[in-house]
């Protein structure tokens, strides 16, 4: 198979990308894992997309990104950010993909969340990603881009730069689609670490990918951790929760986050999640929700929360809570278009590492993320993609059977690792532990793999390598910034 465009993944950032670059003109071809919108982690999203807000001064927006992201951010990416992004929530999102964002008496009904200095978070009840993901996969449908559902990219091909992908389906069939630029957009990260906001099969595959093609990559020691999944049961409580009032309590019911930030619960999400995190160490934390019930029609305005929630849990207001990996802030390193280092490669949404977040991501920042640079992306992508050289790589069907239970054995391992030692908090001996046994690990996938075009295995190879490159980052710096916690280690100034 031969395309102009070849986009894996179907998140925000892919569907963007794709649709740019077929209404560029271009010939685009999507290869994707879903199979439904839920599959992706745009349509796993609750809280909302951040936006200019009327009359605000855009340096007020940025520099709460900048804030947010512990100082180490890319000025110049956070003003296109706030600036460019806005605009194309405005004329992509709303006007030409049609997403229905609340309302009120006065427009878009716009809400705060832990970092915003003010109401500015465009949302659906809590479920926008599932609007967002759901409006954007029907506008795809009725471009002229080319879907392959339930299919994987394996592998990167080309000689002196990307020339396309090894492309696997689920009946043991792989054939290379061959491609004038290729984008990478496969999302998160969670499976390395297992307890995740995620879904499942975020194996990192675009970082992997772009890794193993010599591709540059930064900043993947930044893993931030959601602050209030629920302790037992996994799911997400959004951070809106906590912008409509919910509190955060011990078990005495006492409040602990005023004695941490000025903005206490709305502080940026890796100092909550480091609160949650230690006051779990000698008890557990609980999301109190009595205020928001108090305040709000709790099962119009939280669906999502109301349906998750038990009889019990609501009745008393209080939930367990505990950090839980969330999103990858670094990854593959991309210019304002987000081009990779290596020729006619691009990376786009979680998969890149575009500078904006730095140390720490702002709330609702990550769909506006990948919707900017998918754009990008996209129109670029369209523009400069050549005619596809014939690539000479063998289509190999899957060989053999595994084991029972090798893949799920080895992910056991690999998050048991990452969560014991590269989670919330990190010590240099937990690192260099994590190191070893990463390494070990990745040697028995590979040496297994070999001969194989297994989709599963080649996850595994992905969720090992991401584990091993956010590793190596957090043992490489050892200050404490944002979500990279080191203890024993001097807080940067």
Known sequence: ????????????????????????GADVTVVTEATSPDDTNTGWAQGGVARRAPDEDAEVFIDDVLE???????EDAVERLVREGSRAVDEFLVEEVGVGFDTNGDGFDLVREGGHSTDRILHDGDATG????????RRLGESDARVLEGHTAVELVGDRGVDGALVADTDGEAFVVEAGATVLATGGVGDVY??????????????????????????????????????????????????????????????????????????????VATAVHETN?????????????????????????????????????????????HFLCGGVVVDENGRASVERLYAVGETACTGVHG???LASTSLLEGLTWGLRAGEHAAENAHEPPAVDRESDAFNGEMPDGFVDAKFDRLQNVMWENAGPVRTEDGLREARAELQRLRGEVKSYARG?????????????????????????????????RRVGTPAED
């Open 194 to 271: 297992g307890r995740t906001t995620n879904p499942e099969g975020a194996t990192g595959d675009g970082v992997a990918l772009a890794a193993l093609a010599g591709a540059e990559v930064s900043d993947t020691e930044y893993v931030q951790f959601h602050p209030t999944a629920h302790a037992e049961r996994g799911f997400l409580l959004s951070e809106a929760l906590r912008g409509e009032g919910a509190l955060l309590v011990n078990e005495d019911g006492k409040r602990f986050m005023p004695d941490r930030h000025e903005d206490a619960e709305l502080a940026p999400r890796d100092v």
């Open 130 to 137: 599932r609007a967002v993901q759901r409006a954007l996969l």
């Open 68 to 74: 947010a992201g512990g100082g180490v951010g890319d």
């Open 281 to 325: 160490r000698d008890g557990q934390a609980y999301l109190d929700l009595s205020p928001v019930f108090d305040s709000t029609e709790f099962a119009e305005e939280f669906p999502t929360a109301y349906d998750n929630l038990t009889d019990e849990e609501l009745e008393s207001g209080r939930v367990p809570v505990a950090p839980s990996e």
């Open 359 to 361: 140390a720490n991501r």
């Open 1 to 24: 198979m031969r395309t102009e465009v070849l986009v894996v993944g179907s998140g925000i950032a892919g569907c963007s990308t794709a649709i740019r670059a077929a209404n560029r």
């Open 452 to 484: 194989r075009l297994d989709p599963e295995l080649y996850a595994l190879r992905n969720a090992v390598l991401v584990g091993l490159l956010i590793v190596e980052a957090a043992l490489e710096n050892e200050e404490t910034v944002g979500c990279h």
